[in-house]
């Protein structure tokens, strides 16, 4: 199991929903229990994290608000954007969240530059920055040394819900996506260059890609429980 990866492409979803299967899994899963990323797009939302202020809402509009678990302000998900929820037994892998945030940073920070996009990391905001402005946003939470949520990275999408709210928390934070910096378009393109890195740095050397259906993952979770 230390080695093992399932990969699951959940197409375009509500968050709510995806939510609500992340906090199942975690649940359910035991010590036994493959580690899983779920990629997925999600209609337009915006999400406050655990520490959510309100006065970083600055006009919503029709757009919805969900208020998450996971840890940071608030963002936004859209469709053209890239989100990948890790599901790892951090335990197992002997890590702790700061490690994990560190390896998903890198991660991204190592795809952007496969397509000639130079990007960083900044000690004091979690995230990837290209020329100061964030192109990956990151939200994690930890149960039963487990962890779920994960990573937003902007591709091909409407970047103007972003100046709807203070990104992060941050006034006046600006956002970039991959199109802008003439890299690839197509989120699978992306995506497997991103589960090619997440395998290398954390060492998984067995990677299965499915696609399922949200109701299927929710019968498989009622079954493992």
């Given at each position: 199991?230390?080695?093992?990866l399932?990969?699951?492409?959940?197409?375009?979803?509500?968050?709510?929903?995806?939510?609500?299967?992340m906090?199942?899994?975690?649940?359910?899963r035991?010590?036994n229990?493959?580690?899983?990323?779920?990629?997925?797009?999600?209609?337009?939302?915006?999400?406050?994290?655990?520490?959510?202020?309100?006065?970083?809402?600055?006009?919503?509009?029709e757009?919805?608000?969900?208020?998450?678990?996971?840890?940071?302000?608030?963002?936004?998900?859209?469709?053209?954007q890239l989100?990948?929820?890790?599901?790892?037994?951090l335990?197992?892998?002997?890590?702790?969240?700061?490690?994990?945030?560190?390896?998903?940073?890198?991660?991204?920070?190592?795809?952007?530059?496969s397509?000639?996009?130079?990007?960083?990391?900044k000690?004091?905001?979690?995230?990837?920055?290209?020329?100061?402005k964030?192109?990956?946003s990151?939200?994690?939470?930890?149960?039963?040394?487990?962890?779920?949520?994960?990573?937003?990275?902007?591709?091909?999408?409407?970047?103007?819900?972003?100046?709807?709210?203070?990104?992060?928390?941050?006034?006046?934070?600006?956002?970039?996506q991959?199109?802008?910096l003439?890299?690839?378009?197509?989120?699978?393109?992306?995506?497997?260059?991103?589960?090619?890195?997440?395998?290398?740095?954390?060492?998984?050397?067995q990677?299965?890609f499915?696609?399922?259906?949200?109701?299927e993952?929710?019968?498989?979770?009622?079954?493992?429980?």
């Amino acid at each position: 199991m230390q080695n093992q990866l399932v990969v699951k492409h959940l197409g375009r979803q509500d968050y709510e929903p995806i939510w609500q299967a992340m906090h199942n899994f975690t649940d359910a899963r035991t010590d036994n229990t493959i580690d899983e990323v779920w990629i997925v797009e999600h209609n337009p939302v915006f999400t406050q994290g655990q520490a959510g202020k309100a006065e970083h809402l600055l006009d919503p509009g029709e757009i919805p608000i969900v208020k998450s678990d996971r840890g940071g302000q608030v963002t936004y998900h859209g469709p053209g954007q890239l989100v990948a929820y890790f599901l790892l037994n951090l335990r197992r892998k002997k890590m702790g969240v700061r490690d994990l945030v560190t390896h998903l940073e890198s991660l991204v920070i190592n795809t952007l530059k496969s397509y000639g996009i130079e990007s960083a990391a900044k000690p004091d905001a979690p995230g990837v920055y290209v020329y100061g402005k964030k192109i990956c946003s990151l939200g994690l939470r930890i149960r039963k040394g487990c962890s779920f949520h994960g990573l937003a990275l902007n591709v091909d999408m409407d970047l103007s819900p972003f100046t709807r709210i203070n990104p992060c928390g941050y006034q006046g934070l600006e956002m970039i996506q991959v199109s802008d910096l003439a890299g690839p378009i197509k989120i699978e393109v992306i995506e497997r260059k991103l589960v090619e890195e997440l395998a290398t740095i954390l060492g998984y050397d067995q990677v299965e890609f499915q696609t399922q259906a949200l109701n299927e993952i929710n019968n498989n979770e009622k079954y493992e429980a």
